[in-house]
């Protein structure tokens, strides 16, 4: 939920400037959690993508010279374990 942040009055208040409220919120647990979880998908999926490609450019691309492919398939052969466990660390 976003804040304005701009002072309101309670209707059942004087109109003084000791009586205004500001409208800051927290996130509470559920919305924290949300975030935490977009957050881990996001670290998740921007190692994943690139291994994705690497996968495709270097496992079917038969320009490159065979000893080329083989260390880009074993770099992103190592890049998937990475991703797991970067993406379920827990939040500090």
Avoid: K
């Avoid at 003084?16 to 409220?21: N, P, Y």
Wanted: aromatic share 8%; hydrophobic share 40%; proline share 11%.
């Amino acid at each position: 939920m976003a804040s304005s942040g701009t002072p309101h009055r309670p209707d059942d208040r004087p109109d003084d400037r000791s009586s205004q409220v500001y409208d800051i919120t927290t996130p509470d647990v559920h919305e924290s959690q949300e975030q935490d979880i977009r957050r881990r998908r996001r670290i998740y999926f921007r190692i994943m993508v690139p291994c994705l490609a690497m996968f495709a450019f270097f496992g079917f691309a038969t320009f490159v010279p065979t000893p080329v492919r083989a260390v880009g398939l074993g770099i992103a052969a190592l890049m998937p374990p990475v991703a797991a466990i970067l993406g379920n660390r827990l939040p500090r």
